[in-house]
């Protein structure tokens, strides 16, 4: 899976890149130095998931970094919240009129009213 690969590989580096790049991609560091009990476990189901020397790994962070590195798997790297996969954004693509007034016409059609 392309997800826990991505893991497996930042978790080969140091706390700090780790971090980093977790803020990187839209997951700040939270200093807490205790994980809340939905932290941990997300945290555990996450650790769950991981091959053995990847989990070791996981353990040796800081508290900080286990919970940006669980939240990036989870909220970022998995999340389903929608279709948001490459393949069915190209072919949503295809399927729209190459005419910018035809394509016009679909955003009216799916504008909603602001409520305040």
């Known amino acids: 899976e392309p997800a826990v690969?991505?893991?497996e590989a930042l978790l080969g580096k140091p706390a700090a890149d780790?971090?980093?790049t977790c803020a990187e991609w839209s997951v700040?560091?939270?200093h807490t130095p205790?994980?809340?009990r939905a932290d941990a476990r997300m945290a555990w189901v996450f650790r769950q998931g991981l091959?053995?020397?990847s989990q070791a790994r996981f353990d040796a962070l800081p508290v900080p970094a286990r919970r940006q590195v669980a939240t990036l798997y989870r909220e970022v790297l998995v999340w389903s919240g929608?279709?948001?996969?490459?393949?069915s954004a190209s072919k949503g693509a295809e399927k729209r009129s190459a005419d910018p007034a035809d394509r016009?016409?679909?955003l009216k059609d799916t504008a909603q009213p602001r409520v305040s």
Not at 82 to 87: G, I, K, L, V, W
């Open 5 to 7: 690969a991505f893991v």
């Open 18 to 20: 780790v971090s980093q």
């Open 28 to 30: 700040p560091v939270d």
């Open 34 to 36: 205790t994980l809340s």
């Open 51 to 53: 091959p053995a020397e």
């Open 82 to 87: 929608s279709d948001h996969s490459f393949a």
């Open 104 to 106: 016009m016409g679909e």
